[in-house]
């Protein structure tokens, strides 16, 4: 079965409490994830968010940060130099109202 072929089975229900963990997703998932998490803590009215996307080489950090980059709705993100984590995880501040 293709990896893009997605059923019922496949699908996900994540709490939106402005904490986010990539560990349980694909790399190939990673931009999705984050991108629909984004939109629903905005609809929500949630910032800050804390996306936990490990330490290990750094290519999901490097890629959730590429992403938030260029996101219209993200005011500014770094490392969580104060959560358990460390550079593990990012910190997010998102535009709260207006998503146009």
């Known amino acids: 079965m293709p990896e893009n072929d997605l059923h019922e089975d496949d699908i ?7 904490v986010l963990d990539l560990h349980p997703f694909r790399p ?4 999705d994830v984050v991108e629909e998490y984004i939109r629903v803590c905005l ?14 080489i750094g290519v999901q950090k490097t890629r959730v940060h590429a992403f938030l980059a260029k996101h219209p709705q993200v ?15 990012t910190v997010v ?8």
């Open 12 to 18: 996900v229900e994540l709490p939106v409490d402005g």
């Open 28 to 31: 190939s998932e990673t931009i």
């Open 43 to 56: 609809e929500k009215n949630i910032t800050p968010i804390r996306v936990i996307h490990g330490k290990g």
């Open 75 to 89: 005011l500014s993100y770094g490392l969580d130099s104060a959560g358990p984590s460390g550079w593990g995880a």
């Open 93 to 100: 501040n998102l535009k709260v109202g207006n998503t146009d």
